[in-house]
């Protein structure tokens, strides 16, 4: 007897199981027009990390006094965290009047277009994960000992709720961008004050250390209150944190204080990405209807 296919509510964000073919060719298209005439096409998802971490990881060597151990491995790691959340939301943003013929012409989930712009971003990221790779082969030469470990496969995780959190910001940035524009220009000012929050290029550590300073010559601790807030309050610092724990700390001698992962760390990141998931959704299915008046 033949199984009934399974129904799905017009609109509602489970419509997306219906379409999850669409899902896979909207993916391979965006995978392959980011590298169509590239000489070098897939080489450049593990090619330009690598560039950008030899840049930043010899310019802020003599920017920062503090000494950071396998500074390229600990740098690496935070910018390709980074670049997963903002590079998958910043694609989405537009994913709905970038398609607006198609959504003109046929009835397909709408959630499908932010969902495959995001994917496809992840998908993007594993390839880049090369790059470090290649960082952590070197260094495993340089330091005489081989840097991997067991503990590396538990970037799973945060790759899950870095891909869940990213899916709710990239719907709710999605559907402002049909009706405000700006909203672009908007999120591209607040990308760049994130990204000076989310401890790619330093550590928390010295927000610890100015706070110490503060408590001593009797005043109020503010670095105390804003290592508090990038670390329990800026998500995406959560899920470098523990990238980190799992790539950059199994490769040291002596762990931070400030690098230790917590269950409590893991609860946040998961409840931010639920969170934030449900926020976008809720918005997305509730203007969803107006979107065509507006592409």
């Given amino acids: 007897m033949a199984t009934k296919p399974r129904q799905y509510k017009e609109g509602s964000f489970f419509e997306i199981f219906r379409y999850k073919d669409l899902l896979v060719q909207l993916v391979k298209r965006d995978i392959k027009l980011k590298y169509r005439r590239s000489f070098l096409g897939y080489v450049w998802s593990i090619l330009n990390p690598l560039l ?4 930043m990881a010899i310019v802020f060597s003599f920017l920062f006094k503090r000494e950071i151990a396998l ?19 910043s694609k989405a943003l537009g994913a709905i009047t970038d398609n607006t013929s198609l959504l003109k012409k046929t009835y397909v989930s709408k959630f499908m277009f932010p969902l495959s712009k995001i994917t496809s971003t992840t998908v993007d990221f594993i390839f880049s994960m090369g790059a470090l790779i290649i960082v952590m082969l070197v260094f495993s030469i340089i330091e005489g000992r081989l840097l991997f470990s067991f503990w590396n496969f538990g970037i799973i995780i945060v790759v899950v709720e870095a891909y869940i959190f990213s899916m709710g910001l990239g719907f709710l940035m999605a559907q402002l961008h049909v009706f405000f524009r700006d909203i672009r220009y908007v999120y591209n000012a607040f990308s760049t004050m994130l990204m000076y929050c989310s401890a790619i290029f330093y550590d928390v550590g010295m927000f610890y250390d100015k706070a110490k300073d503060q408590i001593n010559a009797g005043v109020t601790p503010f670095a105390l209150y804003l290592a508090h807030f990038v670390e329990y309050c800026n998500p995406v610092y959560i899920y470098i944190k523990q990238f980190r724990y799992f790539i950059w700390v199994p490769t040291l001698e002596t762990v931070p204080q400030w690098a230790v992962v917590t269950p409590v760390d893991f609860l946040l990141g998961f409840g931010y990405a639920i969170l934030m998931l449900a926020i976008g959704v809720f918005f997305f299915k509730r203007s969803q209807d107006k979107f065509i008046l507006y592409i």
Avoid: D, K, Q, W
Avoid at 52 to 55: S, V
Avoid at 75 to 87: P, Y
């Fill in 52 to 55: 950008i971490m030899i840049i």
């Fill in 71 to 89: 500074f390229p491995i600990y740098l690496l790691a935070g910018r390709s965290v980074f670049e997963l959340a903002n590079t998958a939301v």
